[in-house]
């Protein structure tokens, strides 16, 4: 049998205070609230879920979800005026006009 994993379809974000999180991804992000079920909360990513949950135990960041967006500038300049904080300077990484199928493709290494 093939195995055929091609898109994602939902991402786990741990968090402390899901009451928390959610206002900030609903509210300060405009992402698309599916549901809420006790200390679970879902979001829409354009078609890809993102389950906020509570987190078990001791708590440390883990990964790190990069958005697509036609104008960082404008982003950073919107979202800093929503009061979001940048610990980073956020910039275009790659651009996939940049690279040829294959790279894109390509699982990093």
Do not use: W
Request: charged share 25%; net charge positive.
């Amino acid at each position: 049998m093939l195995l055929n994993l091609s898109h994602i379809g939902q991402i786990a974000l741990p968090v402390t205070d899901v009451d928390r999180s959610e206002a900030f991804y609903k509210d300060v992000l405009g992402l698309p609230k599916l549901y809420r079920f006790g200390d679970l909360t879902f979001f829409d990513c354009a078609g890809v879920r993102l389950l906020l949950e509570k987190s078990k135990g001791g708590f440390a960041p883990q990964g790190c979800i990069y958005f697509r967006c036609a104008d960082i500038a404008l982003a950073v300049n919107e979202l800093s005026k929503r009061g979001v904080s940048f610990e980073h300077k956020p910039r275009l990484i790659a651009s996939r006009r940049n690279l040829t199928d294959a790279q894109a493709a390509a699982p990093s290494r």
